[in-house]
């Protein structure tokens, strides 16, 4: 049974800093494409920053490039997102994903597996 299960969220004022985990089980990790995508209340669920198989090709939305950043640890089955100079927008819920094909999809429909999601909340 594939899990992906996030943790690293929190509270954090404008300008701060958080980092977000992803482990995985279940999947044979160093092969699948991972993502994570964040959703804010009464908003659609949107792309943020993506992370093909060996990690040497990312890609992230106009709106984190710069501050965010994927990485990812194949012998730990883990991904993270490093998430810098935070701004009020980011308040979401973000969430895990991932798909075994080797783009770096941007649509939600696109990805096979999904975490349970982890609230960020950043104060002005």
């Known amino acids: 049974q594939v899990q992906l299960v996030e943790s690293g969220g929190g509270l954090v004022q404008a300008g701060g800093s958080l980092s977000l985990s992803c482990a995985t089980s279940?999947?044979?990790?160093?092969?699948?494409?991972m993502a994570w995508f964040r959703q804010a209340p009464g908003k659609e669920r949107e792309f943020v920053a993506g992370?093909?198989?060996?990690?040497?090709?990312?890609r992230y939305a106009d709106s984190v490039k710069g501050r965010f950043t994927a990485s990812r640890d194949n012998a730990k089955n883990t991904v993270y997102l490093q998430m810098n100079t935070l701004k009020p927008e980011d308040t979401a819920v973000y969430y895990c994903?991932?798909?075994?094909?080797?783009?770096?999809?941007?649509?939600?429909?696109?990805?096979?597996?999904w975490g349970q999601g982890t609230q960020v909340t950043v104060s002005s």
């Open positions: 994903s991932s798909r075994p094909y080797t783009r770096i999809a941007t649509i939600p429909d696109d990805y096979s597996y």
């Open positions: 992370i093909n198989w060996s990690g040497d090709s990312t």
């Open positions: 279940g999947l044979t990790f160093n092969t699948y494409v």
